[in-house]
Every structure is written in structure tokens, then in C-alpha cells.
């Protein structure tokens, strides 16, 4: 056996990251159900590098070194089992097998003990940075065990992207942590795309801008604190004109969001883990919203367009303030994102390091951006922070954007463009400096109706109200 690595499942991704790892000077064995797709890798990309192909997944396996690395590249769900099913058979103890698909951490969890009970391992890997990042350098989030991070490490940290001569590949921890981070990773990324969604909707509707002049205010952005790869793309794509029609090709597009289902885990799991992701829970909602045909429709009938738009004097006060705001609610978004990751760390002992990943997210995926960089720093500064939002930097960005974001969020409700992600990213933001929050009086009902009992502001305990009875209070 020659091959360093094997690769199987050769669609986009799955080709692109064998180019990669070609590139990189590592033999790879590729294998695919159809043999087509393989042949076709091989003469169109053979000169990348040293490639074994293999039209049987038996020869596949015998031509990669042992312990073997098997990368599997399937469609999430029922073909990476059925692609395990069949690997496992011919597979010796000691092997890995790496799932680096979008699989749910449960999937990743429930495959990995049933290969550990064949004596092999398995690893559940996060791929970041689409089609253009697998073959250039994407970023990699590596679970499963120290054993099998000591054979595949040093061949993903070498063909992920690099940012300060930092691989952006690293092991985040132990069995499901690399796909659950992965899926949080896309959380995150839906909500950073809602909040650049909503700011280019209020730019356009309350200033009545043209995408190509709105084009140029991201392409100014992205000079600033929000340099990163989704404005610039935001730019690009608003610039962009659509052949056929000649209009903005983003009003040829139906206004329909799709999912493939990582935000919506992500939104599953924040809520058994207790965590309030209120930015990735309305980004997935709006997308549900967006999709919801026949209901738009409905409504559209029934009630008019809102057209009370206020009038703005300042206009390049008001595009600063949108700026204000998408930077202060991306700041809530991401704070909230970590806190999911380090609490499902916590709950699963995987001692996850947010640091490490703001420090692999810096580069390759898709919310590459410099922002990360002071999420790095600040983790660095402060390992066991409580919220990424009470930090210096971050507090002062919040602070600085909390009259704009305000504004804007008046503005945009006032004249009837939906802002769910800015809004409920300021109502998170002040029910955690609130004084007081309301949420006495729903223990109060909770205990009315329920003798659900409450705490008191004045002494230790638990108590309950005869609310009934002669209203005296006992101890619960
Ligand atoms: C990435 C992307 C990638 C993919 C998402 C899109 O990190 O490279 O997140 O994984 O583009 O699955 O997800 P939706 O189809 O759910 O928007």
C-alpha cells in the first residue's frame, strides 16, 4: 500500500479535498460508488499530485498504509451509514474512519461507539469554506480521540487555511465536539447572514437605495471592524447584475430562504443545553418565515403595505448607525453562539477551548473574519469569561453602536421592515443589563397556579402563597 490517506465520496467537497491533500505532497487513495466521478478526478486533476484510484472499495482499502485514514465525504445521514456499513468489513483494528461531512453530533456519538466496539476509531470532522475551501484551504474542527488526531493532525493541519502561519485545523475534542462545533459554526453563520440580510433591506427601504449604490456602502465596511468574508461576498453579490434581465440580480431571485438543517440543530440543541441563542433562533425562523408561500400571500391580501417610512435628513449618519447596529447585534450573535459551545463542552466533558476556535474560525470558513481575531484575544486574556460581551473590546463596540442600533430598530419597525434578528439581539442585550426583568411576576403566576413555588429578593429559601386560602406564605 502506497496511499498516505483515502478519500471516498467524490462529489464537489469530497474531490476538492482530495485535490488538496495532492497538493500538499501526500498520496491519496480516492474511491468513489460510481467509478465515474473517480475516473474523472483523475484526469482532469492527476497532475495536482500523487492520487491512488481505486474502483473497488476492497482495492481502496488495500491501498492505503495502516493504520489507515479513511475520509468519508457523503451526503449527512443515511449514506454515511450505509458507506460505513460497508468500509467496516474490510477494515483492521486501529483503522480511522473520518466522517467529514455535516453530520449531528448524536450521529457522530452513535457511530463512534459502534466502531470502538470493532477496535476502530472514529472521527467526526467538521469542513468549513464550501467548495472553494476544500481545494484551497478550509477550516477543519477535528472530534474523536488524541489516538486518531496523532494520524490525521499533521494532514489536515497542513491542508487547512493559514492565518499568521496558524493552521486553521485543530482537535477541538473528544468523539462528537468537532461536529457539534461545526454545527454551531453554522448557526452563527446563519445569523450573521440574517443581521447583513436586515441591514441591507433597511438601507435599501428607508434610504431607497439601489443595490450596486448599496454594494459600495459593504464594500466600505469591509475596511472596518466588520471585515470578513460574508460582507465581502454581501458586496459582490449586490454588485452583481443579472444577464438576462439586466435588473439586480438579487431581485430575480425568489425570496425563499432554504436550509439543509445545521441552524435548525443548532436552535434544538441551544434549547436542551438552556442556552438563550436568540440571534441564531430568529435567523433560522426568518428563514422558515421567508418560505411560508402561501401564508405571505394571505397576509399580503389582507393587510396593506406599511408606508409611514420616516424621513431621514442625515443620511450617511443613518448608514452608520445600520453599521452600528449590524456590528453590536453580530457581537450579541457570536457571544451567544460561544456560549452554546462552551456549555455544551461543559454537559459533555469535552473541554472544549473557545479560544482555540475563534483562533481555526480566523480563517477558511465561512465567518472568516477579523472579529475572530479579538474573540481570540479575549478568550486569551480571560480563559473562563462569562460573556464575550462584557469584555473590553466588546463592550465598548456595544456601548458605542447602542443608540444607533436603537434608531435603527425604530426606524425599521416604524416603516413595517421586519428586523427580527437586530431586535431581539437589543431586547437580549437589555434584558442582561436590565435591573429587574418581569420574570418575578411570572413566578408569581407560576406560583398561583401551580404552587411552582419562588425565591425572595429578601432571605434564602423557597416559598409558596396560599393564594387560595388566607394568603399567608409558607415555606415550600
Ligand atoms: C460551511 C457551510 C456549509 C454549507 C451549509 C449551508 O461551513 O462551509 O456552512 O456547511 O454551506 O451547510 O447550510 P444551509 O444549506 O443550511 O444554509
Same mark, same amino acid.
Given at each position: 500500500p502506497t496511499a498516505e490517506i483515502g478519500l471516498t465520496g467524490l462529489a464537489v467537497m469530497g474531490s476538492n479535498l482530495a485535490r488538496n491533500i495532492a497538493r500538499h505532497g501526500h498520496t491519496i487513495a480516492v474511491h468513489n460508488r460510481s467509478t465515474e466521478k473517480m475516473t474523472r478526478l483523475l484526469e482532469e486533476h492527476g497532475d495536482d499530485g500523487d492520487f491512488v484510484g481505486s474502483e473497488s472499495l476492497e482495492d481502496f482499502v488495500a %491501498?492505503?498504509?495502516? #493504520?489507515r485514514a479513511i475520509i468519508i465525504m457523503v451526503k449527512a445521514g443515511e449514506a454515511t451509514d450505509a458507506v460505513i456499513d460497508d468500509l467496516v468489513p474490510l477494515l483492521d483494528e486501529g483503522d480511522i474512519v473520518v466522517d467529514g461531512g455535516n453530520a449531528h453530533f448524536a450521529d457522530t456519538l452513535r457511530r463512534q461507539e459502534a466502531l470502538e466496539k470493532k477496535g476502530l476509531h472514529f472521527v467526526g470532522m467538521g469542513v468549513s469554506g464550501g467548495e472553494e475551501g476544500a481545494l484551497h484551504g478550509p477550516s477543519i474542527m477535528v472530534g474523536g480521540s488524541e489516538h486518531a488526531y496523532a494520524t490525521l493532525g499533521p494532514v489536515v493541519e497542513d491542508i487547512a487555511a493559514q492565518v499568521d502561519g496558524t %493552521?486553521? !485545523? /485543530?482537535?477541538?475534542? #473528544?468523539?462528537?465536539a468537532g461536529h457539534f462545533v461545526k454545527m454551531v459554526h453554522n448557526g452563527i453563520e446563519y445569523a450573521d447572514m440574517q443581521l447583513i440580510a436586515e441591514a441591507y433591506d433597511v438601507l435599501r427601504n428607508v434610504l431607497g437605495k439601489e443595490p450596486a449604490e448599496l454594494a459600495e456602502v459593504f464594500r466600505e465596511w469591509n475596511e472596518?471592524?466588520?471585515?470578513s468574508f460574508l460582507i465581502e461576498m454581501t458586496a459582490d453579490v449586490l454588485a452583481h447584475t443579472d444577464a !438576462? /434581465?439586466? =435588473? #439586480?440580480f438579487v431581485d430575480v431571485v425568489v425570496d425563499a430562504a432554504e436550509q439543509k438543517g445545521t441552524g435548525r440543530w443548532t436552535v434544538q440543541s441551544a434549547l436542551d443545553l438552556g442556552v438563550p441563542v436568540t440571534g441564531i433562533a430568529e435567523a433560522t425562523f426568518a428563514r422558515s418565515v421567508s418560505g411560508h408561500v402561501e401564508q405571505r400571500e394571505a397576509a399580503r391580501a389582507v393587510f396593506s403595505q406599511t408606508s409611514d417610512t420616516p424621513g431621514v435628513d442625515d443620511e450617511a449618519g443613518f448608514v452608520e448607525d445600520v453599521r452600528a447596529a449590524l456590528y453590536a447585534a453580530k457581537v450579541v450573535a457570536y457571544a451567544q453562539g460561544f456560549d452554546q459551545i462552551v456549555e455544551g463542552s461543559n454537559q459533555h466533558g469535552w473541554d472544549v477551548s473557545p479560544g482555540d476556535l475563534a483562533t481555526i474560525w =480566523?480563517?477558511?470558513?465561512?465567518? =472568516? !473574519?477579523?472579529f475572530l481575531d479579538r474573540i481570540r484575544e479575549a478568550y486569551e486574556a480571560e480563559?473562563?469569561? *462569562? *460573556?464575550?460581551? /462584557?469584555?473590553e473590546y466588546f463592550s465598548r463596540a456595544l456601548k458605542e453602536g447602542e443608540a444607533g442600533w436603537r434608531r435603527v430598530v425604530v426606524a425599521a419597525t416604524q416603516a413595517g421592515i421586519p428586523v427580527p434578528a437586530f431586535a431581539s439581539s437589543l431586547s437580549y442585550f437589555d434584558a442582561l443589563r436590565?435591573?429587574?426583568?418581569p420574570a418575578a411576576l411570572i413566578q408569581a403566576l407560576r406560583d398561583n397556579f401551580g404552587a411552582h413555588t419562588y425565591a425572595r429578593t429578601d432571605r434564602e429559601g423557597s416559598f409558596h402563597t396560599l393564594w387560595a386560602g388566607d394568603r399567608s406564605e409558607v415555606d415550600a
Open positions: %491501498s492505503i498504509r495502516q #493504520p %493552521s486553521c !485545523a /485543530t482537535h477541538v475534542g #473528544p468523539d462528537g472596518g471592524d466588520l471585515d !438576462a /434581465t439586466g =435588473r #439586480p =480566523r480563517g477558511g470558513c465561512i465567518i =472568516r !473574519a477579523k480563559p473562563d469569561l *462569562t *460573556t464575550l460581551m /462584557t469584555q436590565r435591573d429587574r426583568l
